[in-house]
């Protein structure tokens, strides 16, 4: 289901690219790949294909993005690719799976406040987005930590492998964090890496759980609009500060696991 496609090489090697190694960009590399771990350990991966990045701290016209090739369970922070949006990889080894350029480089190039790109089909709110209609009841208080932040792309036109795609897809996320793409799967956007993957793994839950209650075949119980709404507002005080926490837990998981990130 990945595909790959020709790449331009770097122009000239990442020693001669000024500050593409600081310590800003070591950390966002160390957490972006930690992201990709724990997914791959969640179970929310699909084999060599989905994607997560991140513009480069200091280089808005750069980004992040795992290799073509790489399970998330085998991305490590030295394994990322720096990219451009001229389709040049200026730093790593290989290329960028074909759909995560198309898609990735017009989301941070379009939507500048989408720091951070996370792009998964991991089953749960995969599934949700399979279903006719909207994909959240709204039933459950882990679901409404994204009430009035997610939009529903219903024009599913097949792999994004062109940068039309990647601009449609640009223009149907607006200023949602999260994106439910019909026949396709989820995609989170957010200003930085923990705070991606805190909705990431937040929305993954909040599907399951939705999925289990309709599995009883009883009706579900909506959340009023009004309660809805100021739920959602209130899950948002200080959650820069707990995604973060969120995450270095997730380092320290990761460490005590064995991994090397």
């Given at each position: 289901m990945a595909h790959s496609f020709d790449i331009h090489p770097a122009t000239r090697p990442l020693t001669q690219m000024a500050g593409l190694d600081s310590p800003e960009i070591r950390q966002a590399r160390i957490?972006?790949?930690?992201?990709?771990?724990?997914?791959?350990?969640?179970?929310?991966?699909?084999?060599?294909?989905?994607?997560f990045s991140f513009v480069l701290?200091?280089?808005?016209?750069?980004?992040?993005?795992?290799?073509f090739g790489l399970a998330f369970a085998e991305v490590t922070a030295s394994s990322l690719l720096i990219c451009d949006f001229q389709r040049r990889v200026l730093a790593g080894e290989g290329q960028p799976e074909a759909t995560a350029f198309f898609i990735h480089a017009q989301l941070h190039r379009l939507n500048p406040r989408a720091t951070a790109a996370f792009h998964t089909h991991m089953p749960n709110a995969t599934a949700l987005c399979m279903l006719e209609g909207d994909p959240f009841v709204w039933a459950g208080q882990t679901a409404l930590k994204f009430y009035e932040r997610m939009v529903v792309d219903e024009h599913y036109n097949g792999l994004a492998l062109d940068d039309a795609e990647g601009k449609r897809i640009s223009r149907a996320a607006g200023e949602a964090d999260i994106v439910m793409l019909k026949n396709h799967g989820p995609l989170v956007?957010?200003?930085?890496?923990?705070?991606?993957?805190?909705?990431?793994y937040y929305l993954e839950r909040a599907a399951e759980v939705q999925l289990k209650a309709m599995a009883s075949g009883r009706p579900l119980k909506p959340v009023p609009h009004a309660i809805a709404s100021a739920a959602c507002r209130q899950m948002l005080v200080g959650n820069a500060?707990?995604?973060r926490l969120h995450l270095d837990s997730v380092?320290?998981?990761?460490?005590?696991?064995?991994?090397d990130l």
């Open positions: 957490d972006l790949a930690a992201c990709f771990r724990m997914a791959a350990k969640l179970g929310m991966a699909e084999g060599i294909c989905n994607h701290p200091g280089h808005p016209q750069l980004f992040l993005v795992n290799p956007l957010g200003p930085s890496i923990a705070e991606a993957w805190d909705d990431l500060e707990s995604a380092k320290r998981s990761l460490a005590g696991s064995g991994y």
